[in-house]
């Protein structure tokens, strides 16, 4: 959690714990973001890592349905990248082979961020691509996997 706080702070943001509608939220004109009190250290750490998905990624408010959809979607991959380390969830995803649940209590995550996480990853045979779009070569990662099993 230190980090994240450390990380909020290089961004100029307030963190403070506030009850609301949300269990966390992102005020981009105060430079405020707000976590409910008594939150699992786990799920707080989920939240204040969408919320600064939210920053990093210059969201704004919207009343439009997809778009805001796209930004929750958007804000839940930035914070599942940031922290889930890549060899650890391969690591974790063979030890737990897929189960979800046990997936997100071993990488210290809520599902929600390890299912982000999966929505990355595309696995074409033994290759594993990190971020992938279309057109030849348009990936942010390639890795060799074999065989996982």
């Given amino acids: 959690m230190h980090d994240l706080l450390k990380l909020a702070h290089d961004l100029g943001m307030e ?3 506030g009850h609301g509608k949300h269990l966390g939220g992102y005020r981009p004109g105060e430079n405020r973001i707000r976590i409910r009190p008594g939150l699992f250290r786990r799920d707080a750490r989920g939240v204040l890592a969408h ?3 939210h920053v990093v990624l210059e969201h704004r408010p919207t009343q439009l349905g997809l778009l805001r959809k796209r930004q929750e979607l ?6 599942a990248c940031y922290l889930i380390d890549r060899d650890r969830y391969a690591e974790v995803e063979r030890l737990r082979d897929g189960h979800l649940a046990s997936m997100a209590f071993d990488l210290d995550v809520v599902p929600e961020l390890v299912r982000a996480y999966q929505r990355r990853l595309l696995r074409l045979g033994d290759v594993l691509y990190v971020a992938p779009r279309m057109g030849s070569g348009q990936w942010d990662e390639k890795h060799d996997i074999g065989e996982t099993h």
């Fill in 51 to 53: 919320e600064l998905g």
């Fill in 74 to 79: 958007a804000a839940d991959e930035w914070a």
């Fill in 15 to 17: 963190v403070y714990e």
